[in-house]
């Protein structure tokens, strides 16, 4: 095998000048494109899961326990689960929170700007966490004083569509039930953006008690409770848990619990997930498409480099090298070709997907892609396992036209010049 691959490295060293040398060069290139572009699609697919999936659990939770009421709804009645249900939720294998929030729907005005508003209302209690990661201005609302502060977290969308900055004061009407509208002013004490301009247009954040007390529940009355799920755990499993506790506490006598039903946030999105699912495919089908291109050119330079080394292929079978011996050492031709131009699409994929990820040229439209700009994350794991693969598969198809050297006869290859 040393030999083999010693005339391998030879043949490719001096073969410029020779008829192969464009066909080689357009081969390689080939390899580099199509690396280049089956990484940046592996990376706008992972971008579009981390950026959509992150978001959504951030805002709205992995699940929502509520009212029946507001199952696959903005907004649900009044519950008032007791703490030991609350307790034995949490301590649920793979639940990392259970914290409780009220919902409001109501509708932001600023002068003459008017905006259409959903109230989160959290305590000090809940899991802001990721709330603080993704604001870019001011602060959350704080919950945790002695007193109401009156305070909103806004969406930099809503912000700008309101005309208002962080101190600036927000006059909210609210429609309770067929009572009169009910008015409330709110000072913006900060402004986060998530990237999701369609959900950040809807949704702010502030003090549980101010919202409880706009909506006129009592002081031991929620919405629901987010439940925040470790990464990696299973939802659906957590969720048939959380539903054998209801059953199992309401037998008991815990009516309480009776109304209460377990909204997931798939089931709450559907068609997200399923946008998201359609994204795999569509990323399935193009990686197959460029492999399929690669392969051809890969197949032609082998051809190209068989026929322009006939002469060598039959002195060298006239010496007693046997076929098999011949075909690895163009297998190696093949694999060291493919090896240069990955090497180069893997640069260059990465150098895009880097300044994409910093500075974001490439913009979307949130119409239609509910992002800003187009997200991209490089999972190295599958870049690795891209390139593995693509080279095993490569170096497998080009034993079919490396078949060819059986049938190149010492005494006919040794009429061409060496």
Not at 62 to 83: H, L, N, Y
Not at 102 to 116: F, H, I, P, Q, T
Not at 185 to 190: A, D, E, L, N, Y
Request: charge should be neutral.
């Amino acid at each position: 095998m040393k030999i083999e691959y010693m005339l391998a490295e030879r043949t490719a060293r001096y073969e410029k000048g020779s008829r192969s040398t464009v066909m080689m060069r357009l081969a390689s290139v080939t390899v580099g494109l199509g690396i280049a572009v089956m990484i940046i699609t592996l990376s706008v697919v992972a971008g579009f899961r981390q950026q959509i999936n992150g978001a959504l659990r951030g805002m709205m939770a992995d699940m929502t326990i509520c009212d029946v009421s507001g199952f696959m709804r903005q907004e649900s009645e009044a519950v008032r689960p007791s703490e030991e249900f609350v307790r034995e939720v949490g301590a649920l294998r793979g639940v990392k929170s259970i914290s409780p929030q009220v919902v409001l729907n109501g509708m932001a005005k600023s002068g003459d700007n008017v905006a259409g508003l959903q109230l989160k209302g959290i305590d000090a209690e809940y899991a802001t966490e990721w709330w603080q990661s993704v604001i870019v201005e001011g602060s959350l609302p704080d919950v945790a004083a002695e007193h109401r502060g009156k305070e909103l977290l806004l969406s930099e969308a809503t912000a700008q569509k309101l005309d208002v900055a962080v101190g600036d004061k927000v006059e909210m009407l609210f429609a309770v039930g067929d009572e009169r509208p009910r008015r409330d002013r709110f000072k913006v004490s900060g402004i986060y953006r998530t990237g999701l301009e369609e959900m950040d247009l809807r949704l702010a954040v502030a003090d549980m008690r101010d919202v409880r007390r706009i909506a006129g529940w009592a002081d031991d009355e929620v919405s629901g409770y987010d439940v925040m799920l470790d990464d990696g755990a299973d939802a659906e499993a957590v969720s048939d848990e959380i539903f054998q506790i209801i059953d199992r506490r309401y037998d008991a006598g815990d009516e309480s619990v009776g109304s209460l039903v377990v909204n997931s946030i798939r089931e709450r999105f559907p068609v997200v997930y399923d946008w998201l699912k359609a994204h795999n495919i569509n990323a399935r089908v193009i990686i197959v498409i460029i492999m399929v291109v690669v392969l051809f050119n890969m197949a032609a330079a082998m051809l190209i480099m068989v026929l322009d080394r006939t002469a060598m292929i039959g002195s060298l079978k006239a010496l007693g090298m046997r076929n098999g011996a011949i075909r690895r050492m163009f297998i190696y031709r093949a694999a060291r070709l493919f090896a240069v131009g990955a090497l180069w699409g893997n640069v260059v994929a990465l150098v895009l997907v880097g300044v994409q990820a910093v500075w974001h040229p490439v913009e979307l439209n949130p119409s239609g892609y509910m992002l800003t700009y187009l997200p991209v994350k490089v999972e190295l794991w599958r870049v690795v396992l891209l390139n593995a693969g693509a080279l095993a598969v490569t170096v497998v198809v080009m034993l079919l036209p490396s078949a060819m050297i059986a049938r190149i006869s010492p005494s006919e290859s040794l009429k061409y010049k060496l």
